[in-house]
């Protein structure tokens, strides 16, 4: 495994920042923003960035999950129970709809 350098690091979130200024409703640099969550952050900062990214896709169990991980760093256990129960009946729901996409699937019968 490579770790980014000091200098990789800050320009990576730069250009993630730049991508969300430039488009807000742009999924991946959101992601990788709360996925990198550096200190500098604010702690308001830290709880709408998954806030946001559920508004723009609601059954994003990651965003949910991000959610919980910055309530852990910021020492707020009190609401993670209720947070969690939510992460499980969003990845059921979700695995549940992945199931029924699966099953009408269009195959093609071979030339004979």
Known sequence: M???SALAFLKAIQAAERSVA???EYGPARVLLALLC????SHSELLSRPSRLRKIEPNDD????HKIMARR???????????VKQLAVMRSENAQKERASRSYVL??????
Not at 38 to 41: D, K, L
Not at 62 to 65: K, R, V
Not at 107 to 112: A, K, R, W
């Open 2 to 4: 490579r770790f980014l």
């Open 22 to 24: 430039i488009d807000p």
């Open 38 to 41: 550096p200190p500098r952050t």
């Open 62 to 65: 990651g965003a949910l999950d």
């Open 73 to 83: 760093r910021l020492g707020q256990t009190d609401k993670i129970q209720a947070l």
């Open 107 to 112: 195959q093609e019968e071979p030339d004979s």
